[in-house]
T-cell receptor, first 115, second 110 residues
Framework: NAGVMQNPRHLVRRRGQEARLRCSPMKGHSHVYWYRQLPEEGLKFMVYLQKENIIDESGMPKERFSAEFPKEGPSILRIQQVVRGDSAAYFC?????????????FGPGTRLTVL | QKEVEQDPGPLSVPEGAIVSLNCTYSNSAFQYFMWYRQYSRKGPELLMYTYSSGNKEDGRFTAQVDKSSKYISLFIRDSQPSDSATYLCAIGTNAGKSTFGDGTTLTVKP
């Protein structure tokens, strides 16, 4: 059973470009979470999605950031007009259900570097 | 004040030592308590998951939760060099998201 898949593993963008990060949850998991980790810091929650629905986006900046989890295909975290401060590791996690079973399994992350 | 405070470390111990990692939290609504291990430039790996006060043991690892004090701990017995990593506590509610501590970096020296 494959784990959570993220691609690309490394992404380099120049200021003003767009970054698209993809996450495929574990088989049978319908809940996806995105977290951001700055150097030497813990993970900060960004957004929680189920298929075709955003459940909680309280941790996501209001501008330039968006996320989706379509009926078919991976979840996408999109950052428009990237700035140097967006440089970080972005981790996706998935769980089979929320609430009663909150175990979240993480992918290897996408390391975004903004030049 | 952060919702989850983790002892910052770093921590350096000799091989075979008992390691204690600790977090406190402020919101009594938190119901689920996790410990993750993260190797350098890798994703976090779930080590322990519990939702009740008391101890939960898995091999050399014991997770301890005290809801009355809002305090959680992870103990590692007979520590090995391969345990060298950053350990993250995480706490969750029924709402789905988890709130993480900033991590404690552990080095176990042979």
């Amino acid at each position: 059973n494959a784990g959570v898949m993220q691609n690309p593993r490394h992404l380099v963008r120049r200021r003003g470009q767009e970054a698209r990060l993809r996450c495929s949850p574990m088989k049978g998991h319908s809940h996806v979470y995105w977290y951001r980790q700055l150097p030497e810091e813990g993970l900060k929650f960004m957004v929680y999605l189920q298929k075709e629905n955003i459940i909680d986006e309280s941790g996501m900046p209001k501008e330039r950031f968006s996320a989706e989890f379509p009926k078919e295909g991976p979840s996408i975290l999109r950052i428009q007009q990237v700035v140097r401060g967006d440089s970080a590791a972005y981790f996706c996690a998935s769980s089979p259900v929320a609430g009663a079973n909150n175990e979240q399994f993480f992918g290897p992350g996408t390391r975004l570097t903004v030049l | 004040q952060k919702e989850v405070e983790q002892d910052p470390g770093p921590l350096s111990v000799p091989e075979g030592a008992i390691v204690s990692l600790n977090c406190t939290y402020s919101n009594s609504a938190f119901q689920y308590f996790m410990w993750y291990r993260q190797y350098s430039r890798k994703g976090p790996e779930l080590l322990m998951y519990t939702y009740s006060s008391g101890n939960k043991e898995d091999g050399r690892f014991t997770a301890q939760v005290d809801k009355s004090s809002k305090y959680i701990s992870l103990f590692i017995r007979d520590s090995q060099p391969s345990d060298s990593a950053t350990y993250l506590c995480a706490i969750g509610t029924n709402a789905g998201k988890s709130t993480f501590g900033d991590g404690t970096t552990l080095t176990v020296k042979p």
